[in-house]
């Protein structure tokens, strides 16, 4: 399994972004997507999932509201979106887009909401996101 993301840059306070990651197979049977973020020094840190089998979506609290996952209409593209509006300079890092939750990890997010980089297997090369 294969992604890319793109769409990072450099952004003003407040502004917008979005990122893409194409994934090389089909997404319904990975059962998530999930975006990441890393800053120096830091943690790596989910930030929005989706649950490809159903649509359902999670958010961290620090971008809930802001952010927005979603995936492609057209299910031969493969792509997850992830909408970043209302940026704050705590929002720099590089951005990480992760696909497959393993069934049994699947369904414990499905049940408690929360999820970390343990949960899933592959991982694209990221893409960095700077706000000033």
């Known amino acids: 399994v294969q992604l890319v993301e793109s769409g990072g840059g450099s952004v003003q306070a407040g502004g917008s972004v979005r990122l893409s990651c194409a994934v090389s197979?089909?997404?319904?049977?990975?059962?998530?997507i999930a975006w990441f973020r890393q800053a120096p020094g830091q943690a790596r840190e989910g930030v929005a999932l989706?649950?490809?089998?159903?649509?359902?979506?999670?958010?961290s609290d620090s971008v809930k509201g802001r952010f927005t996952i979603s995936q492609e209409k057209d299910k031969n593209k493969n792509t997850v979106s992830l909408q970043m509006s209302s940026l704050h300079p705590n929002d720099t890092g590089l951005y990480y887009c992760a696909a497959e939750c393993p069934i049994g990890n699947m369904v414990r997010i499905l049940g408690s909401g929360t999820w970390g980089p343990a949960d899933v297997r592959y991982w694209g090369q990221g893409t960095q996101v700077t706000v000033s």
């Open positions: 989706i649950y490809t089998g159903g649509g359902s979506t999670f958010y």
């Open positions: 197979v089909p997404l319904f049977s990975r059962y998530c």
